[in-house]
């Protein structure tokens, strides 16, 4: 797995990896974390844990890296982790980390694999936490409210009732036990950069669905070779 040493992204090793997790008394993981201040403000927070941010593209991250190496004083937080990988490689060395697991308003791939949804992606998402983990997934709603977007988007629709029916059944399968569905207009509970340009001067609409970790779950062997 790749991650970010200051302005440099090297291969860690799994060991190096365990070394780190091992340091910190939870885990909070943040998927599709863009461009990683909502797990850097969750380590500032919380200096005694550990956060990570993963996203496919590391270009985001790359300046936030760099400050997070200051000392704590100056903004520093040596308990934040980058990480670039897919949502296709999860978990990786980071199988049962997680005591939180977040993944706040996807887009592309990683948001069709969670409204379509894609049992093997959710089973690599729950691999990535441990049992009784908790997660929270934040989906922007109003995207669903626009026919001509969804049809080039190739996405199915969405709404409380299809999350209840198809969505529901679909996670748990996955080791991803839903409790709550939720649907507001506003402020999301977690800041992000993009959560925010999503919802300020507007009446975003978001999804909410949270629950908890059943089982960390490993991909299917046919899936890993079929990768």
């Known amino acids: 797995m790749r991650v970010f040493e200051g302005k440099k992204l090297i291969s860690a090793s799994a060991e190096s990896l365990e070394t780190l997790r091992r340091r910190h008394r939870q885990c909070l993981i943040d998927v599709g974390t863009g461009d990683g201040r909502f797990p850097y403000r969750w380590a500032q927070e919380h200096p005694e844990d550990l956060a990570v941010g993963v996203d496919a593209v590391g270009d985001a991250m790359a300046k936030l890296a760099v400050k997070a190496r200051r000392k704590p004083a100056k903004g520093g937080a040596p308990n934040l982790l980058l990480a670039v990988a897919a949502a296709e490689t999860l978990p990786g060395p980071m199988a049962a980390w997680a005591d939180h697991l977040c993944v706040n308003f996807p887009w592309g791939s990683l948001l069709s694999a969670l409204v379509e949804p894609a049992p093997a992606i959710l089973r690599r998402l729950a691999a990535l936490g441990r049992p009784g983990c908790r997660f929270v997934i934040l989906l922007?709603?109003?995207?669903?409210?626009?026919?001509?977007?969804?049809?080039?988007?190739?996405?199915?629709?969405?709404?409380?009732?299809?999350?209840?029916?198809?969505?529901?059944?679909?996670?748990?399968?996955?080791?991803?036990e839903v409790q709550v569905i939720e649907s507001f207009v506003g402020e999301a509970p977690h800041r992000t950069t993009w959560g925010?340009?999503?919802?300020?001067?507007?009446?975003?609409?978001?999804?909410?669905?949270?629950?908890?970790?059943?089982?960390?779950q490993e991909p299917a062997a046919d899936e890993s070779a079929a990768e």
């Open 140 to 176: 922007n709603a109003s995207i669903f409210q626009q026919e001509d977007y969804l049809e080039r988007l190739g996405l199915p629709s969405l709404s409380e009732e299809r999350a209840r029916e198809e969505l529901v059944p679909a996670y748990g399968r996955a080791g991803l």
């Open 196 to 216: 925010q340009r999503l919802i300020l001067g507007s009446a975003r609409a978001t999804l909410l669905l949270e629950g908890v970790v059943t089982a960390p």
